[in-house]
């Protein structure tokens, strides 16, 4: 099946190529605009099909597309590929403006396209597996090392992942919404504090992007038992006593970090044709835009 790679960035070189280039029945198309780069990772993946052009590729017949462009280019390419009834996996976010994100959702669903957001947690099978344990209080708590920065490009660029993981682990009912932070007087994020409740739940989604160091960890507890997960992959077990849980030191990194199985359900999606629908990550952007308002300094 011949497949897009569009824009060779870390995040194209570090988590998905590995993935894609090792999955059977995939003749992977690479394109970007520095053509020495091209060329390069190209060779390296073994990959004889190379554009720097959109259309071209485009035009080369392909059937699905991941698009790692910056975040600024995704509303152009993404709409130009759905318009070529090519299916779409994008990094998140779709946009850093909801608008955008709203009408790449709708013009996927009126064409019949899928339209898939890179949410490798909800595939990361140590995040997956907490769905099956008590998650009355759920703390989600992603730090950063000398990162503050802009709060819609943290927010939208980082945080989002913690929001859309919170939304995963949450109940249905878990509609009411807090925000808590800190920015500067000169707009620098520093830290951020999401809360969902429903009526037997309480989640936290805290980003810390001034601490002694960078790390994620996710707890979960309830009906006495405790549950962490370090780094999406180092599980401990509370019940009455710490079990640390051994992973498979063989493990990949992109199976452990969620890569494989989106990359996997998508693919599957696209060969048997069954339209991928981003409403509930687009769910996960329009929360992101709640918080964002919610840390706007009073005018």
């Given amino acids: 099946m011949p497949v897009g790679v569009i824009g060779l960035g870390n995040i194209a070189q570090k988590a998905y190529l590995p993935v894609l280039g090792a999955l059977p029945g995939l003749e992977l198309r690479l394109m970007t605009r520095d053509r020495a780069k091209l060329d390069r990772i190209a060779d390296a993946y073994r990959v004889g099909r190379r554009f720097c052009d959109l259309d071209e590729l485009v035009q080369s017949g392909i059937r699905a597309a991941f698009v790692h462009a910056p975040t600024e280019h995704h509303y152009a390419i993404v709409m130009r590929l759905l318009e070529a009834g090519v299916d779409v996996l994008v990094d998140k976010p779709l946009s850093y403006d909801l608008a955008e994100g709203r009408r790449m959702v709708e013009t996927a669903r009126e064409l019949g396209r899928s339209l898939m957001v890179g949410f490798n947690r909800r595939f990361a099978p140590a995040y997956v597996a907490a769905l099956e344990h008590p998650r009355d209080l759920t703390v989600l708590q992603k730090d950063r090392h000398g990162g503050t920065g802009d709060v819609r490009t943290i927010v939208f660029d980082d945080f989002i992942h913690l929001v859309d993981t919170l939304r995963m682990l949450a109940p249905a009912d878990a509609g009411r919404v807090s925000v808590r932070g800190r920015v500067d007087d000169a707009g620098n994020l520093h830290h951020v504090v999401l809360q969902l409740c429903g009526e037997d739940f309480t989640g936290l989604a805290v980003m810390n992007r001034a601490s002694g ?64 629908d981003a409403q509930d990550a687009l769910a996960t952007h329009e929360l992101c835009e709640q918080v964002i308002t919610a840390l706007a300094p009073t005018p």
């Avoid at 999406?232 to 990194?253: Q, Y």
């Avoid at 998508?266 to 048997?272: G, K, N, S, W």
């Fill in 213 to 276: 160091s960078g790390g994620e960890v996710l707890q979960t507890a309830g009906e006495n038992r405790r549950r962490d997960v370090v780094n999406l992959s180092d599980v401990t077990e509370h019940d009455g006593a710490p079990r640390l849980l051994r992973s498979d030191d063989w493990e990949s990194v992109g199976r452990r970090r969620g890569i494989d199985g989106m990359c996997r359900h998508f693919l599957d999606a696209v060969r048997e044709g069954r339209q991928i």
